[in-house]
């Protein structure tokens, strides 16, 4: 989607590998947030992040690290692989929590997979 | 802890019907509610919000209901078009759950296929 920018589209890793994903939004958004997505499991929240220096966990946090520095960037790094992250990984962003008639924003996903 | 039903199984209609797909959660008293769209291979793209104090939404071709008694919304696309076949989700606002930051969860989403 035009403005929210995830690279690499796909990406195949080993086991015990280190991974970062990379997230980037144009609209100075204050929030963003990383999402899974497996069959049967829906979209499930990893880490949101209300604003730069601001960060928590959601429902799946467990392997994953986040960082936010800049309010335009939210890089989701697996520090240690598993198989069980093979997934499709989607960051988001949104205005804010009191003007939520925007929805969110998604970009088009990272397939990662983790051999 | 909280919970969003989707029917997992595809709905398929003909063109031209009205499809109704239906969003079902336990254990919650969201203040908003939103429904997406994904096509394959695709990110979500937002559709609709609909507040608690609200009962029903229009967008074009788009309706939402929302009955916070029957914790139930359902969403009607009339005169469906081919082109409308894609996965639709429900999510759910959790602000009163999550200190004031605006977090989504989201059901697993139905399939609608439009058939011509």
């Known amino acids: 989607d035009a403005g929210i920018t995830q690279s690499p589209r796909y990406k195949i890793t080993e086991t015990g590998r280190q991974v970062t994903l990379m997230c980037h939004q144009t609209?100075?958004?204050?929030?963003m947030f990383w999402y899974r997505q497996d069959l049967g499991h829906g979209l499930r929240l990893i880490y949101y992040?209300?604003?730069?220096?601001?960060?928590d966990k959601g429902e799946v946090p467990d392997g994953y690290v986040v960082s936010r520095s800049k309010t335009e960037n939210f890089p989701l790094t697996l520090e240690s692989a598993t198989r069980s992250q093979t997934s499709v990984y989607f960051c988001?962003?949104?205005?804010?929590?009191?003007?939520?008639?925007?929805?969110?924003?998604f970009g088009s996903g990272t397939r990662l997979t983790v051999v | 802890s909280q919970k969003i039903e989707q029917n997992s199984e595809a709905l398929n209609i003909q063109e031209g019907k009205t499809a109704t797909l239906t969003c079902n959660y336990t254990?919650?008293?969201?203040?908003?509610l939103q429904w997406y769209r994904q096509d394959p291979g695709r990110g979500p793209v937002f559709l609709l919000l609909?507040?608690?104090?609200?009962k029903e939404k229009r967008k074009e071709r788009l309706k939402v209901t929302f009955d916070t008694t029957l914790k139930q919304s359902l969403f009607h696309i009339t005169a469906s078009q081919p082109a409308d076949s894609a996965t639709y989700l429900c999510?759910?606002?959790?602000?009163?759950?999550?200190?004031?930051?605006?977090?989504?969860?989201f059901g697993a989403g139905t399939r609608l296929a439009v058939h011509p």
């Open positions: 988001a962003s949104s205005v804010s929590g009191a003007l939520a008639n925007y929805g969110y924003t």
């Open positions: 999510a759910l606002d959790t602000t009163s759950f999550s200190g004031g930051y605006n977090k989504l969860i």
């Open positions: 609909i507040r608690e104090n609200e």
């Open positions: 254990n919650y008293s969201p203040a908003y």
């Open positions: 609209w100075s958004h204050s929030y």
């Open positions: 992040s209300a604003a730069a220096d601001i960060t």
